[in-house]
């Protein structure tokens, strides 16, 4: 039926044919305005019926005209008002399930306080703040989501600009979110134009926000320099997105002891705006940041500290190597970081046991850090290396995708497991692959590819019930910047490219799985060293929000057993971090009688670092 209310010249095929044009008593007219208030808009409506007998009077104050009139309006007015009421209430529904879940999600904006064009060495002011609108015009946008059933959400704001600018005073503000306003309030950044920047494009300010230790949305707005060559500037221009809740919930989220976050605005790999945050530490309560100067880029750095540690052949001789980079690797570590680090160290109730890396910068083994420090009189103090010490989890906010500066969930569930184990059949074989698929299929009900190829894989995971992948296969890495590959059956290969453009692995992306990749080198004399194009940024970047992968590649032997103790420690000890789990299997790289095998240190988890497997 048609979706719109009759016109008024159709009512009188609605009506009984026995109604007289002498005007009506308003005791009639009254019966027949609430039988005929049953129209329904959308097509659908109540037939009126006529109560007979029914008086007709000269002395009513209507004519049948006017009646109908009446009627007409009546009708248009609760068309006009159902809809208003409808999206009231769902409004409603809406604001009651988010108080009922605790969940709160609001726009970030970023105002410049007037929007010309912006001179070399001018100061102008930022304003930041949230509300319930869409991304205004210019802006990149993710929304800030928080999870509480309190009204007043204190919320931090970091804002970071571009080599172009320069923030003046406290580049980190408090900013207050209500759940009973729909707008908060404005912080407010002043910030000037660097004129000593010879860079020939417009500039950039972000505005990251956090809660509690966790990057929960940010807004992004390019600025116009105008002075610069205008003729060659790169553009900058951002496409304004709506944001969309898809973030990642939990109920009674617990907060890092310590929090790194690492920006690279110019995705120079060497010139890094950082935060650091522990609730632990009056000082560092509320973030300091800093920027990190670094002589060469991450890769140079590591692959030179690494050399050494690659080209071993000596079990102890790594470790011992792996002891020296770790040392090195302190020293290069943000200022912030070792006084915080220290400072929680030394309380004489220490509460360190969690640390949280977000970083853009994927190369830095913060796992392998091993602080130390000498102190006046006393001989040189060497700690373990931090993914020993303690539970790190890493997260990688991919700089191409500019959608994910967030934190992933604290719970991770799967129900449908598949291991991709090939056999092979040739000298590729890797003897101890069977035994760890067996494995897991027997307990946690894994479904098994043994002679899998591309297209069975990706046609497996486009039913979209896998959300948790194991690969136990050969794989090789080509060097730090270069990318990995998996072997298949067939000499078929599996690269990070297919998985980040397939539509299996987008379907099996949109699950939020969880994935071990425990690529294995058979014969392996000396490790290689993994770089950020490979398998796990490319997982997190489809939407997997748990990853295990290891920095170099790993012996097949061992790799079957971290694999085993890892699932029995997370079937045993469900209360169990996964991060927890990895730092006991570093541990072994260090001591007992697994003392030299550096495949137990490889391994470090992608995710939150107290993520855990769960309902």
């Known amino acids: 039926m048609n979706n719109q209310l009759r016109p008024l010249a159709s009512f009188q095929a609605i009506w009984s044919p026995k109604i007289s044009s002498t005007a009506w008593n308003g005791e009639l007219a009254a019966d027949l305005t609430t039988s005929c208030s049953t129209l329904q808009p959308g097509g659908r409506r109540n037939t009126c019926v006529v109560r007979e007998p029914f008086h007709v009077t000269k002395t009513s104050a209507f004519t049948l005209i006017e009646l109908l009139v ?89 804002l970071v600009g571009s080599e172009d600018f320069t923030v003046i005073g406290e580049a980190l503000k408090e900013l207050t979110i209500k759940r009973s306003e729909k707008r908060s309030p404005n912080v407010t950044f002043r910030v000037r134009v660097n004129d000593n920047n010879p860079r020939p494009h417009a500039g950039v300010l972000t505005a990251c926000f956090a809660y509690r230790g966790r990057p929960t949305g940010k807004v992004k707005r390019a ?63 509320d973030g300091k940041v800093e920027d990190w100067f670094l002589p060469s880029t991450t890769p140079e750095i590591v692959a030179g500290l690494m050399s050494g540690f690659l080209e071993a052949t000596d079990a102890e001789q790594r470790i011992s190597l792996l002891r020296g980079v770790g040392k090195d690797l302190f020293d290069k570590t943000p200022s912030h970081f070792k006084r915080a680090f220290w400072a929680l160290v030394d309380s004489k109730d220490s509460k360190l046991q969690t640390i949280y890396i977000m970083s853009q910068e994927s190369y830095f083994p913060w796992e392998l850090v091993m602080p130390h420090r000498q102190r006046p009189g006393s001989k040189e103090e060497v700690r373990a290396s931090l993914g020993v010490s303690f539970a790190m989890g890493r997260w990688i906010p991919l700089k191409e995708e500019e959608k994910d500066y967030f934190s992933p969930p604290q719970t991770i569930p799967w129900r449908d497991c598949l291991v991709v184990a090939p056999s092979y059949g040739n000298d590729q074989t890797l003897p101890s692959t069977a035994a760890e698929a067996d494995f897991i299929h027997k307990n946690l009900q894994g479904n098994v590819m043994e002679h899998p190829n591309w297209h069975e894989l990706n046609n497996l995971l486009l039913t979209g019930s ?47 799985p969880f994935v071990f990749l425990n690529a294995c080198e058979a014969g392996r004399e000396s490790p290689s060293l993994n770089g950020p194009n490979g398998f796990a940024t490319k997982f997190i970047g489809v939407g997997a929000v748990g990853v295990v992968a290891p920095l170099w590649s790993v012996k097949d032997t061992v790799a079957k057993d971290v694999a085993i103790e890892f699932y029995t420690k997370l079937t045993s000890e469900p209360s169990r971090s996964f991060a927890s789990i990895l730092q006991g299997i570093r541990a072994k790289a260090y001591d007992g009688s697994t003392n030299g095998e550096d495949t137990y240190a490889a391994y470090c988890f992608y995710g939150d670092p107290f993520a855990k497997w769960g309902p």
């Open 70 to 158: 009446a009627l007409a309006v009546i009708a248009m007015l609760a068309a006009l008002a159902i809809p208003s009421l409808t999206n009231s209430l769902s409004k409603a529904r809406m604001h009651g399930a988010a108080s009922a879940n605790g969940r709160l999600v609001r726009t970030p904006h970023l105002d410049l306080t007037n929007d010309r064009p912006v001179a070399p060495a001018e100061e102008f002011d930022v304003n930041v703040y949230t509300d319930e609108e869409r991304p205004h015009a210019g802006e990149q946008s993710e929304p800030v989501q928080l999870v509480g059933l309190q009204n007043v959400f204190p919320v931090e704001v970091w």
């Open 223 to 285: 600025v116009d320099v105008y002075g610069r060559a205008s003729g060659q500037r790169e553009s900058h221009t951002l496409t304004t997105q709506k944001p969309e809740a898809t973030l990642h919930f939990d109920r009674g989220l617990k907060e890092p002891d310590l929090t790194v976050e690492v920006l690279d605005p110019e995705q120079t790999s060497q010139h890094f705006k950082v935060k650091v945050r522990t609730p632990w530490l009056p000082d560092y309560r």
């Open 466 to 512: 896998v959300d948790m992948l194991h690969f136990a296969c050969h794989g090789k890495s080509r060097g730090i910047t270069a990318n990995q590959v998996l072997y298949l059956e067939s000499g078929e290969v599996l690269n990070p490219s297919q998985v980040n453009g397939a539509a299996g692995f987008e379907k099996f992306g949109a699950r939020k």
